[in-house]
């Protein structure tokens, strides 16, 4: 548990150098607000290489009307991650992307419905396939009625990592783009063929979501 708190305490710090020295400019934050305010919660969307940056911003108070959470893998490599989500009041899930868990589906539909907290889930985490769509965002926006929201970043200067994710770390005082792509509303009941269309569409999103926050860094 030692090791645990330690890393989490490391994380933070370099968290928090990141973000209070970057330059940052946020792209659509109002499409976000309004949801929020309209539906009182939203299942946000990124992908495991933005992470980092995602999530603390997540946990920021930029965004008006946010109450974060986090769907986190139960297993021993969610750990430091719970913690850390933790650490910044933010509530935690623990489960898996596939919601395959009566616990985890229980767990995150009183979170959003009674609590009004809008869960956030890297839908091709923990461990890829990279860009990968799983269903566990979608279920999660029909169990609830809520709309998914992807969510991307660029940065520069920044660092992709030799991970499966290639994960994305800025370098510190680098220019920091996110910006809020194009909400997602899934219909309450889906067919097989129709779920596997919903994740293509959503990978579609949030590529393109990506592509607006690069837009935005180009733009001095």
């Known amino acids: 548990m030692f090791v645990y708190r330690l ?19 946020i792209v659509n934050l109002d499409r976000l607000e309004t949801l929020l305010k309209e539906q009182g919660a939203v299942v946000p969307v990124f992908w495991h290489q933005h992470l980092l940056m995602a999530a603390r911003f997540i946990c920021s108070s930029k965004i008006k009307g946010m109450k974060p959470g986090f769907m986190i893998s139960p297993s021993v490599d969610g750990q430091a991650p719970t913690m850390l989500a933790e650490m910044y009041g933010a509530h935690v899930v623990r489960g898996s992307g596939s919601y395959t868990g009566v616990r985890a589906v229980r767990g995150v539909y009183n979170a959003i419905v009674k609590e009004g907290i809008s869960p956030t889930i890297t839908p091709d985490g923990p461990r890829g396939p990279r860009f990968v769509m799983k269903p566990g965002a979608i279920f999660t926006a ?7 929201v992807p969510i991307a970043y660029a940065a520069s200067p920044a660092k992709l990592l030799r991970t499966w994710d290639k994960f994305v770390i800025p370098f510190p005082f680098a220019r920091l783009r996110i910006a809020i792509g194009e909400p997602y509303f899934p219909p309450k009941r889906m067919t097989e063929e129709e779920m596997e269309a919903a994740q293509k569409e959503l990978e ?3 590529h393109e979501t990506f592509k607006i926050a690069e837009r935005a860094l180009q733009e001095r």
């Open 142 to 148: 029909q169990i609830s009625g809520k709309a998914v």
């Open 204 to 206: 579609r999103r949030l």
């Open 7 to 25: 890393a989490t305490y490391l994380g933070a710090l370099i968290l928090e150098v990141l973000w209070r020295t970057s330059r940052l400019k």
